[in-house]
């Protein structure tokens, strides 16, 4: 898969494709229903597939740390769609310029000049241009036009309601990971490489692995009892922490997970932690000893957890 980052490196051999565009914000069912119409339609024309992405996304830049959390930072979304075989990512900056370009330069610059689509799909909600000036019905005109069609996908439905990034993010606040593994397709999964903290959790006799959030807020606060795909393949268990570490006045987000009976180093390696339950709610203690009693009995009661999954 190619991942091109913004309207200035696209070039000739990108002309001539069949696209789709959204936040793609956590790639779940509902996406995956428009990728493969995508994919069905390129196939059809011999054409490479595009999805067309937004960083930030718009919210974020609009709203910035009121932005609704994240389900995926930006390589977690890629990797996902690269998972569903896309053959090209486009990645527009969302900044000042694309948000006060009118949705006919939006047609102009991206559709026709940029990419040549020959058949573009879109989300039955889907607006673009200042102001969401454009619209479903402008779209089939200009391709009307222009030689190229249009088609919208009809809202993907479970249980009688539609699955969006907005019901995953509710359910994973409110600890429902059955539902969000349902809407998503799969279990809700944060991606990272482990860094260098504060080694908090070694002085505490705790090592944890630390993963960097990349993003204003989570779609959830706690401890949990997770499983973790190691470098290897292996699933390992552990108990991780979500938040901002608020007994050492942490100020952006952070995932630690201890892995159980765990001996060795992690550091430059990519981790995916999947989220199985919830322990406790994340909250602020009167100083490091409290801490690390908590820690253990946190530890205690995902070992009895996996012990009942055995």
């Known amino acids: 898969m190619e991942l091109i980052r913004g309207l200035h490196n696209l070039r000739n051999k990108h002309r001539g494709c069949v696209a789709t565009i959204g936040n793609f914000d956590g790639v779940h069912l509902g996406h995956r229903r428009v990728l493969e119409q995508v994919k069905e339609k390129a196939a059809e024309l011999g054409l490479p597939s595009v999805a067309i992405t937004f960083e930030p996304q718009p919210r974020e830049f609009f709203a910035g740390a009121q932005a609704p959390p994240r389900l995926t930072r930006f390589d977690e979304k890629v990797r996902l769609l690269q998972a569903e075989e896309i053959d090209r990512v486009l990645c527009l900056t969302f900044n000042k310029r694309l948000q006060s370009m009118s949705a006919e330069a939006f047609v102009d610059e991206l559709l026709l000049k940029g990419l040549a689509v020959e058949h573009f799909v879109v989300g039955d909600d889907f607006r673009f241009g ?13 391709g009307a036009r222009h030689g190229f069609s249009v088609v919208n996908t009809a809202t993907f439905l479970m249980d009688g309601e539609r699955v969006s990034s907005t019901r995953i993010r509710e359910s994973l606040a409110a600890n429902d990971f059955e539902l969000a593994e349902r809407l998503l397709g799969r279990r809700y999964t944060v991606t990272g490489r482990v860094l260098h903290g504060q080694k908090l959790g070694r002085q505490l006799g705790v090592p944890t ?6 993003r204003f807020a989570c779609p959830m606060r706690g401890v949990y009892a997770v499983h973790v795909r190691m470098p290897n393949g292996e699933l390992a268990p552990g108990v991780c922490n979500v938040g901002m570490r608020p007994t050492v006045n942490g100020i952006q987000p952070v995932l630690e997970v201890h892995l159980l009976d765990y001996q060795g180093h992690l550091y430059g ?9 919830f322990i406790r709610a994340e909250q602020k203690f009167d100083g490091l000893e409290q801490l690390k009693t908590q820690i253990f009995a946190d530890i205690d009661q995902v070992r009895a957890y996996f012990e009942r999954l055995a």
């Open 209 to 214: 692995a630390n993963i960097r959030m990349h």
């Open 269 to 277: 390696q990519l981790l995916s932690v999947e989220f199985l339950a």
């Open 130 to 142: 200042c102001d969401r000036a454009g619209d479903y019905t402008m779209l089939r005109e200009a």
